[in-house]
């Protein structure tokens, strides 16, 4: 039959056991935790977290400018089919980079050592040059429409339809002006060093720069 002093050391001995298994499991647990969390940066992962963005707007321009529309008149009616509009109109660029079009020799991706010997990731990407996305006509006001010269025929719809169509094309030409596409380029190239801001990797973005200054459908 045990005595107390038995039971004591029983009980103290089942007791460290009990501990132990607690932190075998505790540790096996923590080491799991730590490789899900660990991700080596390969190229293939950098091209797939980059192409996500797919169409990275990175440039809006408002232009206002101001056009005009005219109708040359016919004899027949004796020149009364005359017409001209002036019109105001407000529009938007958008332009950026399609990250689509990214392919695996654009990226590269070297692991290093530091000074303490500790593995550092250099990464560089090598963006698509910039392009327009769209061009969008937000207003177009009528400042002044002439009809003739008794203001006796309808206002022709081609007359609008031909403003409309010089409006976005003066748009696109001011928002190239102002330098869109630079502006585009080199906000593309600090949005996507930002993806990579928390994997402590090194990142150089190099851009190919401004592409052509027009609406490509």
Not at 82 to 106: C, I, N, W
Request: glycine share 8%.
């Amino acid at each position: 039959m045990a005595t107390g002093s038995q039971f004591s050391f029983f009980r103290a001995v089942l007791l460290m056991v009990l501990l132990m298994a607690i932190g075998i499991f505790g540790k096996v647990l923590y080491d799991k935790s730590n490789t899900s969390q660990v991700q080596a940066i390969t190229r293939e992962g950098v091209i797939t977290d980059v192409q996500k963005l797919a169409r990275l707007q990175s440039a809006a321009f408002g232009v206002d400018t101001i056009i005009t529309a005219n109708k040359v008149g016919t004899w027949q009616k004796l020149w009364q089919d005359k017409q001209k509009g002036l019109f105001v109109a407000h529009g938007r660029v958008l332009a950026g980079v399609d990250l689509s079009k990214l392919t695996p020799e654009m990226v590269q991706v070297i692991q290093k050592q530091d000074v303490n010997d500790e593995p550092v990731t250099h990464i560089t990407i090598s963006v698509p040059p910039s392009e327009v996305f769209e061009v969008y006509l937000d207003d177009l006001g009528v400042y002044d429409w002439q009809t003739g010269l008794f203001g006796m025929a309808d206002n022709d719809p081609k007359i609008l339809s031909e403003a409309q169509a010089s409006a976005k094309i003066e748009v696109l030409k001011k928002a190239c002006q102002g330098g869109i596409m630079t502006m585009a380029a080199s906000n593309a190239a600090e949005q996507i060093k930002g993806l990579f801001v928390l994997t402590g990797a090194t990142v150089d973005v190099v851009s190919q720069g401004a592409g052509a200054c027009q609406l490509v459908r």
